[in-house]
Structure formats: structure tokens, C-alpha cells
């Protein structure tokens, strides 16, 4: 069942969201040659410290990996696409792109919001990258209208990139959110004609969240059973913004 949240309840949404979206714009502004994952990861989780808020990824875990996750951030470094861990050994370098993914619990809601961040100089092709991923997130917010299908959204986002020449991954997907950070519906970034297709109303609060790989679509999960990465070693890219759906259309409550 898809929870429908009233306005009181998005108004609360809309803290947590607008909190995950100063963290992340803190650290786009700290992404530089020299800077570790785990600097990001201390100023995140002081951030979300000093507002109240709980981390919604520490502690965080899936019968797969079959651990808690240990930190408040996902950072994912070039062929990494999710579930990277921030370490003290992962120096960023020019060239390099780092997927910075989290959300909070704030008064019992949830927001959850991923941006990739380049460091200094990145080549042509990965500058090309960002920007479909980051235009096919756009697209399908756009789609995120009462009336409109699930399936709208995750078409949106596989025909932006296949039309680039990217692929998207398949084996992880976006999700509604509310009083839990994976509440229904499953939200693939394309279209799984085994999934239910519902329609889309006021209420409705969805996870919208594209990875597009630059090569082939194939992924595997390291050792460490959470780090997910390309299998051709080819970089991946990673949007994502928390969406209401409602009467005048899609607020991102991940942005001001
Ligand atoms: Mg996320
Ligand atoms: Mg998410």
C-alpha cells in the first residue's frame, strides 16, 4: 500500500528534506583535490547532530549485506554507484566524481537526497554524465503529477538516458518515504512490466533516484556486501530528490 501523507504531514517532510538539502550543498562545497570521504562524513554527521536529527543510513540494514551500515553518508567514488562508505584512505583526486548520498529522521519523517560532485577538471564524458543523470531526476519530478502513472516517472528516466547513450542500472531502485525511509512503491528507473503501474495522486511522497552508468548497465556488490559498482569499471552517476505529489504539482522537498 502507498501511504498518502496530509499537508501537515508534508510540512514536516519539508524540514527533514530541506535539512538533508544543506548538508549535501555543505558538502558539494567541501568537494575538492585532497579532501577524504570521511571528512564529508564528520561534517554530516555533526550537522545532523546539531539540528536534532537522527541519521537515516547509520544502522541502517538489508538481509544482503547482512551488517549495519556504520556511517551517515553513502559516498560513491567514480565506478562506485551506491553504498559506498566514507573512509579516511578514499583521498579525492582531480578527475575523480563523488556520488554523496543521505537522508535524516526529523520529527519522525524522513528525507533522502543524492547529488555526484565533481572534483577539479573531469573529462568530457563524465561532465556529460552528471548532466543527463541530473536532467533525467528533472524529468521525471516532472512527471510526479496526481493523474499521472508510476511508470510515467520510470520511463522518464530510461528513455532521457538511453537517448544519450548511458544505461541505467536495474538492480537498485527509488522508493516512497514517509515515516520510513523504503515505503512503497518500488520506483526502478525504467519501466519493470512485473511491477503494478498505480497511478499517481496528492500524497504521495516518492524517492526519485537515477544511477546511469556511463558503460554497460552490469553491477556487483564488493566484499565489503555493500559497495555496489559497475562491472566494467566505468564511472556512475547518482541523483536523487525526495517529491511531493501534490494539487499545484511536484515539490521537491529536498530544495529550497
Ligand atoms: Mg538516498
Ligand atoms: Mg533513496
Known sequence: MIVRKSMAELEKMRAAGLLVWQILNK???????????????VEAEKMMHDAGARPAFKGYSTPAAGTKFPFVLCTSVNDEIVHGMPSQKRVLKAGDIVSIDTGVQLNGYYGDSAITVPVGEISE????????????????????????????????????????????VREFVGHGIGT????????????????????????MV???????????????????????????????????????????????????
Open 206 to 256: 516518492l524517492a526519485i533516484e537515477p544511477m546511469v552508468n556511463a558503460g554497460a548497465p552490469g553491477t556487483r556488490v564488493r566484499p565489503d556486501r555493500w559497495t555496489a559498482v559497475t562491472e566494467d569499471g566505468k564511472n556512475s552517476a547518482h541523483f536523487e530528490h525526495t517529491v511531493a505529489i501534490t494539487a499545484n504539482g511536484p515539490w521537491v522537498l529536498t530544495r529550497p
Open 27 to 41: 558538502l558539494k562545497g567541501m568537494v575538492q583535490e585532497g579532501v577524504t570521504t570521511y571528512e564529508l562524513e
Open 180 to 203: 520510513h525511509m523504503h515505503e512503497e512503491p518500488q520506483i526502478p528507473n525504467y519501466i519493470d512490466r512485473k511491477n503494478e503501474n498505480p497511478r499517481l495522486k496528492e500524497g
Open 125 to 168: 564524458e563524465t561532465r556529460r554524465l552528471l548532466e543527463v543523470t541530473r536532467e533525467s531526476l528533472e524529468l521525471a519530478i516532472d512527471k510526479a503529477r496526481p493523474g499521472n502513472r508510476l511508470f510515467d516517472i520510470c520511463g522518464t528516466v530510461e528513455r532521457h538516458v538511453t537517448a544519450n547513450g548511458f544505461t541505467v
